[in-house]
């Protein structure tokens, strides 16, 4: 009797199966999505992935893989197992699915490299549960990540050499108010003759300068120079990455800022706050290093968005003696600051 019994079992297993694997896709869905959709290089990323089974049948046998280009790197994966392809990496975990029945995976990776990276490319295989058949199809990516220019490797306070306040620092990158008084000094030779305290000077028989409190109400554009007049790709980056590491400093310092380029970035009108870096962040992650004007065009643009109580750093690779011109017309022109920060020199 138990031998009938087990007979029938088998046989009606291989008659659902047999029915499955007629259109054996047909009623299983997968969706997936990651937690993050804009990062930096380096950032853990985790895509998480649901598969259910929305037919009346059981699958035997469900095949799950996830396949990521060479620019990608798993760290971590409760999807079964990890191989290396000559395309990259792939992930992939088998199912038994009832009928109306649902699993899930997560995939834990990073991204190597700037720019826009399409992410989901997966297959699915059904097959019988002994694999003597199966049906794989593909389906393309549907999410866009875009990975952002990493923080530069330089200080973000490299001190520099100009203007009025002589060796200033990015983080004190901000304008000195001439009602502000913090106190006095021997005059140097470098200060301007209207920073001279004639009074102090009479008292103390040296000639003495007003040291000058800083200002709150300020504002700074940050200009970054794309134009690749000798100089490479790789010295574009360092300006991508010498953006961001300047933005990041003014956000913490609480210091509203414009963007501008001559490349292929969205300028950003004035402003502060987690919404306004983003969209820096995002543009520096899409661009493709390319120029659309010369650096005097730039300096043109500085010198429209220069105010009183304004300063403006600019982030450059290798100028043109022409450029080099435009520099020295922006910081005659300038009504306050002007920083400038080389990708490939010492700084000024």
């Not at 990890?82 to 395309?87: D, K, Q, R």
């Not at 490299?158 to 502000?180: Q, S, Y």
């Not at 403006?312 to 520099?327: F, H, Q």
């Amino acid at each position: 009797m138990l031998q009938f019994v087990l007979i029938a079992l088998v046989v009606a297993l291989i008659i659902v199966q047999a029915i499955s694997l007629k259109n054996p896709l047909k009623n299983i869905g997968l969706t997936y999505d990651t937690d993050l959709k804009l990062a930096e290089p380096g950032e853990l990323i985790k895509l998480r992935y649901y598969v259910y089974n929305n037919g009346k049948l059981p699958v035997f046998f469900l095949g799950v893989t996830f396949s990521f280009d060479d620019t990608v790197k798993i760290e971590k994966s409760s999807t079964g197992t990890v191989a290396t392809t000559f395309l990259g990496k792939s992930c992939s975990k088998n199912f038994f699915l009832m009928p109306g029945a649902n699993a899930k995976g997560t995939i834990e990776f990073s991204l190597a490299s700037r720019g826009i990276h399409k992410i989901g490319l997966h297959y699915l295989e059904a097959g019988d549960f002994l694999g003597l058949s199966s049906y794989v199809q593909s389906y393309e990516p549907q999410l866009n990540i875009v990975c952002t220019a990493k923080l530069s490797e330089r200080d973000p306070e490299v001190k520099v050499r100009g203007g009025l306040t002589g060796d200033i620092a990015v983080r004190r990158f901000i304008l000195e108010d001439p009602n502000l008084v913090a106190g006095y000094r021997e005059y140097s030779g470098t200060e301007p003759l209207k920073r001279i305290s004639w009074l102090q000077t009479a008292k103390k028989g040296n000639l003495m300068v007003k040291v000058n409190d800083y200002t709150i109400d300020v504002n700074v554009t940050v200009a970054l120079n794309m134009e690749k007049t000798g100089s490479t790709d790789k010295e574009i980056e360092k300006g991508l990455e010498l953006t961001r590491s300047v933005c990041e400093t003014l956000e913490d310092l609480k210091i509203p800022y414009t963007f501008i380029t001559n490349g292929d970035i969205l300028s950003l009108e004035k402003g502060l706050g987690r919404k306004h870096l983003l969209a820096l962040l995002r543009g520096l992650g899409l661009s493709k290093c390319a120029c659309y004007e010369g650096f005097a065009a730039l300096a043109e643009k500085c010198m429209e968005n220069a105010s009183e109580n304004s300063g403006c750093i600019i982030i450059t690779s290798e100028l043109t003696a022409d450029g080099e011109k435009a520099l020295e017309r922006l910081k005659v022109s300038s009504s306050g600051q002007v920083l400038v920060l080389r990708t490939e020199t010492e700084d000024e």
